[in-house]
Structure formats: C-alpha cells, structure tokens
C-alpha cells in the first residue's frame, strides 16, 4: 500500500488550501481514510476521518466547520478541503488508510509521507 499526500505549501492565513492523497497497490473503496497533523513540537493528531463507504465522515474540533473530508473512488484519491486557515493549522499533514475501517476507528495501518502546510499570518 502507497500513500502519496499532496498539496501543501505556503499559504496565507483566511486561504483555501486543498490537500490531496492517493492510494495504490490497494482497492481504494475498501478503505477507511484520515488526515492527520503534527506541527512542530506537538504529537501527532487526529484531523478528519471518512469510512470507506464514504458514508461517515468525523472531524476533531479543530477542524469542523473549517475543514472538509472526501473522497474519490474513480480516482483512488482522498481529500481534505482546508478553509480560513490561520497559523495554527500550520503542520506537516498525513494521510492514512485501514482496511474497511469506519470514519472513528482509533488506528491505522498504513501512512504517507505527509505533505508540508505552512500557514503564514
């Protein structure tokens, strides 16, 4: 299983940054997805999750309202539409996937490299 997340940058704080991951070497639509973060200093955290019916979709309270999860089977991608961003939401951003795993499960199994966001004010 490969996970290439994409999208990061630098962006401006109030910007529209949109995160991208995708799979291969796996059935994308058999896959519970989720972002997760780690700024400099911090554990890593749990951002977004989405089952891999594409049904449920979960978010930490940092994110809700701001952030939006999906997914594209077609396209063996999953996103993460980032909005109003402030410095804060400065971290570098990881996807992850787990076999028919709901939008809440507590772990993962396989992980990308992570994609850099720097938010700047």
């Known amino acids: 299983v490969q996970l290439q997340a994409s999208g990061g940058g630098l962006v401006q704080a109030g910007d529209f940054p949109k995160l991208s991951c995708t799979a291969s070497?796996?059935?994308?639509?058999?896959?519970?997805m989720g972002w997760f973060r780690q700024a400099p200093g911090k554990e890593r955290e749990f951002v977004a999750g989405?089952?891999?019916?594409?049904?449920?979709?979960s978010y930490a309270d940092s994110a809700k309202g701001r952030f939006t999860i999906s997914r594209d089977n077609a396209k063996n991608t999953m996103y993460l539409q980032m909005n109003s961003v402030n410095p804060e939401d400065t971290a570098v951003y990881y996807c992850?996937?787990?076999?028919?795993?709901?939008?809440?499960?507590?772990?993962?199994?396989?992980w990308g490299q992570g994609t850099q966001v720097t938010v700047s004010s």
């Open positions: 989405i089952s891999w019916s594409g049904a449920r979709t």
């Open positions: 070497g796996v059935s994308f639509y058999n896959y519970g």
């Open positions: 992850a996937a787990k076999f028919r795993a709901s939008a809440t499960v507590a772990s993962y199994d396989y």
